[in-house]
C-alpha cells in the first residue's frame, strides 16, 4: 500500500549546486503534482501534470523544472539551488486533475531540502 | 481569483474539549472545498470534503464541516478532541471552472493538550 513515495526523504544543498527529487505513484492516477510548504505560507504549488505527456507551471515555478517520465513518475529537478528553495517539497497524485471534479489528492510523506 | 483565510493559526485545546477551526473562502463561482490533516513529519491526508448536496460534510476521526454558503465559510468542528487530534489542519478550494486550481490556506496548528 504504498501510495505515493518520494525520494530521498531529507537533502542538503549547496548554493549552485543542483538535484532532482524522485516521486512515484501506484495508484494508477492520470495527474500529479509538486508543492513547497513553507512556513506561514501554507502548500504552494510549483508544477503540476494533468495527464501523461504534459506539465504545467504552477503558482512558484521559477529556479524548478519537472518531467513526467511516465504514468507513474514525476520527478522535480532544481538546476541550481539557492537557500530561498530551503523548503519541505510534497508530491502528490489525483486520479484526474482536481480542478474538474473535486477530485481527491493524495500526498507523500516529503522531502525536506535545506541549501546552504 | 479564489482564496483561503484560515484565521487562526494555532488554536489550544484541552483534551475533550470541543473545537472548532474556521476557514473562509472568496470565489467568484461555485466551489469544491477540503479540510486536509497533516501530522507531524507527514504528508497531508483528507479529512472530509464537500462537492454538492447536504451542507453538513462527516469525515474521518469524528470530525465533520459545515458549509455555508451565504458566509463563504467551511468550519471545521469536533465535539471531543484526543492528544491524536494534534496535528496542522489546511482548508483548501477548488472552483468548478474549467480554469481552477486547488489553493490551501496556510493552516492552523491544533495543539491539544491534557
Known amino acids: 500500500n504504498a501510495g505515493v513515495t518520494q525520494t530521498p526523504k531529507f537533502q542538503v544543498l549547496k548554493t549552485g549546486q543542483s538535484m532532482t527529487l524522485q516521486c512515484a505513484q501506484d495508484?494508477?492516477?492520470?495527474?500529479m503534482y509538486w508543492y513547497r510548504q513553507d512556513p506561514g505560507m501554507g502548500l504552494r504549488l510549483i508544477y503540476y501534470?494533468?495527464?501523461?505527456?504534459?506539465?504545467d507551471k504552477g503558482e512558484v515555478p521559477n529556479g524548478y523544472n519537472v518531467s513526467r517520465l511516465n504514468k507513474r513518475e514525476f520527478s522535480l529537478r532544481l538546476e541550481s539551488a539557492a537557500p530561498s528553495q530551503t523548503s519541505v517539497y510534497f508530491c502528490?497524485?489525483?486520479?484526474?486533475?482536481?480542478?474538474?471534479?473535486?477530485?481527491?489528492?493524495?500526498f507523500g510523506e516529503g522531502s525536506w531540502l535545506t541549501v546552504v | 481569483a479564489q482564496s483561503v483565510t484560515q484565521l487562526d493559526s494555532q488554536v489550544p485545546v484541552f483534551e475533550e474539549a470541543p473545537v472548532e477551526l474556521r476557514c473562509n473562502y472568496s470565489?467568484?463561482?461555485?466551489?469544491?472545498l477540503f479540510w486536509y490533516v497533516q501530522y507531524p513529519n507527514q504528508g497531508l491526508q483528507l479529512l472530509l470534503k464537500?462537492?454538492?448536496?447536504?451542507?453538513l460534510v462527516k469525515g474521518i476521526n469524528g470530525f465533520e464541516a459545515e458549509f455555508n454558503k451565504s458566509q463563504t465559510s467551511f468550519h471545521l468542528r469536533k465535539p471531543s478532541v484526543h492528544i491524536s487530534d494534534t496535528a496542522e489542519y489546511f482548508c483548501?478550494?477548488?472552483?468548478?471552472?474549467?480554469?481552477?486550481?486547488?489553493?490551501f490556506g496556510t493552516g492552523t496548528r491544533l495543539q491539544v493538550t491534557l
Open positions: 502528490a497524485s489525483s486520479e484526474s486533475h482536481p480542478a474538474y471534479s473535486g477530485n481527491t489528492i493524495y
Open positions: 495508484m494508477n492516477h492520470n495527474s
Open positions: 501534470s494533468a495527464s501523461e505527456g504534459t506539465t
Open positions: 470565489s467568484s463561482v461555485s466551489v469544491y
Open positions: 464537500y462537492l454538492s448536496g447536504s451542507t
Open positions: 483548501a478550494v477548488s472552483d468548478s471552472g474549467t480554469a481552477s486550481k486547488l489553493t
